[in-house]
């Protein structure tokens, strides 16, 4: 059972994930002296839908603007995001042509290159959910929110005493990809995490986030038993556990190289859950129509920069509400 449940992970391409270990010259060529600054362009690498960001003023003044919306709800000036922005206002000081060997000596020996390369990937990300959220007037609890902003500033320092920060992230980050496709989402701090309307059917969601690879089936077993709870069948209610796999494939000491980034992802996540198809097809329940397995990683795109970069599929549990979850995945873009 355990060499089962670890094909899921061995089936990603760990030897094309570049550490940030300084002791190789590789990073400092890649993300020092091809602009710290300069993470991302301002073209498409992949599709019309996935641009690559690019740490501008633009940028700057989107991830102020929620820090101060943040902060007026009582979110600590302490917490991650500040410490992203800080991080950010120092190397945007710091980016001359001349710095960057200096700059990047300086990270390194101060343990920082892992907290350089959350900064840029988690204030992105930042970015692209909350304002998401905020358009449609979604609430976000207050517990929540200050849950996704705790946390260590190096994703690679977390542990299970640590991850409740970025489970909170992440089903902000389930709700962005509805509310950015026009689908009113509702949080909440108990069971479901995030449900939403969806052709006249109530869609409802419980969000896991997986440290251990050990831990894959326990954690969609502890959703699935969630769902029980909430998921009225006899009204049409659809549940869905959505999981996230991003940790087991990069610990967020490395990034994804690749042309395609988001292809590549997507490849490889299709691959692991076809040789683990049916294992996780025996675990249907009446209450539980499907999964969404999802995965995240920073990239860097070969002559275009960095990129945090991801990839969702929904995985049918139900025949019956097969067309159905197409449909979704589709609105869902996943």
């Not at 996935?50 to 902060?71: C, T």
């Not at 200096?102 to 990937?121: C, D």
């Not at 997507?266 to 040789?275: D, G, M, R, T, V």
């Not at 960095?306 to 067309?323: C, I, K, M, R």
Request: aromatic content about 8%.
């Amino acid at each position: 059972m355990a060499d089962k449940r670890g094909q899921m992970l061995r089936k990603f391409p760990q030897e094309r994930f570049r550490g940030t270990n300084p002791s190789g010259s590789w990073l400092g060529e890649n993300l020092i002296y091809r602009n710290l600054l300069g993470w991302c362009s301002e073209t498409t690498y992949n599709s019309t839908v996935d641009p690559v960001r690019r740490l501008d003023d633009q940028f700057f003044a989107e991830l102020g603007d929620i820090l101060a919306w943040a902060a007026d709800r009582g979110i600590s000036l302490q917490s991650r995001f500040y410490i992203y922005k800080r991080n950010i206002e120092w190397l945007r000081a710091h980016d001359g042509e001349d710095d960057r060997p200096r700059n990047y000596a300086q990270l390194a020996s101060e343990g920082k290159l892992n907290e350089i390369l959350s900064t840029m990937t988690e204030s992105i990300e930042l970015v692209e959910t909350i304002p998401a959220l905020r358009r449609l007037n979604v609430d976000i609890p207050k517990e929540l929110l200050r849950r996704a902003f705790s946390g260590p500033a190096d994703i690679s320092r977390e542990d299970h005493t640590s991850n409740e920060a970025r489970n909170a992230m992440f089903e902000l980050s389930v709700a962005a990809m509805a509310a950015r496709r026009g689908l009113t989402p509702t949080l909440s701090n108990t069971n479901p995490d995030v449900s939403f309307e969806f052709e006249a059917r109530r869609v409802k969601i419980e969000c896991k986030r997986i440290l251990s690879v050990d831990r894959i089936m326990e954690r969609l077993r502890e959703g699935t038993k969630q769902l029980e709870k909430s998921v009225q069948r006899t009204i049409s209610d659809i549940g869905i556990v959505a999981i996230s796999l991003s940790k087991l494939v990069n610990p967020g000491d490395r990034f994804l190289v690749s042309d395609s980034p988001r292809d590549d992802l997507s490849q490889q996540l299709h691959e692991a859950l076809k040789s683990n198809e049916q294992q996780i097809g025996r675990m249907h329940r009446p209450w539980v129509s499907g999964f969404i397995f999802y995965v995240s990683s920073a990239a860097y795109v070969p002559d275009m920069g960095y990129t945090p970069t991801n990839s969702a599929t929904v995985f049918p549990l139900d025949p019956a509400e097969q067309a159905f979850l197409g449909r979704l995945a589709q609105a869902l873009y996943v």
